[in-house]
């Protein structure tokens, strides 16, 4: 999977400066096609989802950057489980719904 899912991120950081600290940290493996963070989302908190351009550049940032320290705490890094709607929607998948938040913005 191209996309990741970060948890133990730092929920007293902003998220936008949260945000652009991963954007910053992930592109050095590759182009990050978007990051979701919903911080008003209380199940969410301290969550992240970033999609990389490539399944092969999303495995190795998972292995370089697991337990990295990033504001504090470690990185919990995995391979999420969902595909992202914004792959859904490159990969031609009509059954997708884009919202607001879908649209990157780093």
Same mark, same amino acid.
């Given at each position: 999977?191209? $996309?990741?899912?970060?948890?133990?991120?730092?929920?007293?950081?902003?998220?936008?400066? =949260?945000?652009?600290?991963? !954007?910053?940290?992930?592109?050095?493996? #590759?182009?990050?096609?978007?990051?979701?963070?919903?911080?008003? @989302?209380? %199940?969410?908190? #301290?969550? &992240?989802? =970033?999609?990389?351009?490539?399944?092969? *550049? &999303? $495995?190795? &940032?998972? %292995?370089?950057?697991?337990?990295?320290?990033?504001? #504090?705490?470690?990185? *919990? =890094?995995?391979?999420?489980?969902? %595909?992202?709607?914004?792959?859904?929607?490159?990969? #031609?998948?009509?059954? !997708?719904?884009? @919202? @607001?938040?879908? $649209?990157?913005?780093?």
């Amino acid at each position: 999977s191209q $996309t990741l899912y970060i948890k133990n991120l730092n929920d007293k950081v902003h998220h936008d400066l =949260i945000k652009h600290s991963l !954007y910053l940290l992930f592109s050095s493996y #590759g182009d990050v096609i978007d990051i979701v963070i919903k911080p008003h @989302d209380r %199940k969410m908190r #301290g969550q &992240a989802h =970033i999609i990389l351009n490539s399944n092969h *550049n &999303a $495995t190795v &940032a998972l %292995k370089n950057l697991q337990n990295l320290e990033f504001f #504090g705490k470690p990185l *919990n =890094i995995a391979f999420s489980n969902h %595909k992202s709607k914004v792959i859904q929607r490159a990969e #031609g998948d009509e059954n !997708y719904e884009l @919202d @607001d938040q879908d $649209t990157p913005s780093y």
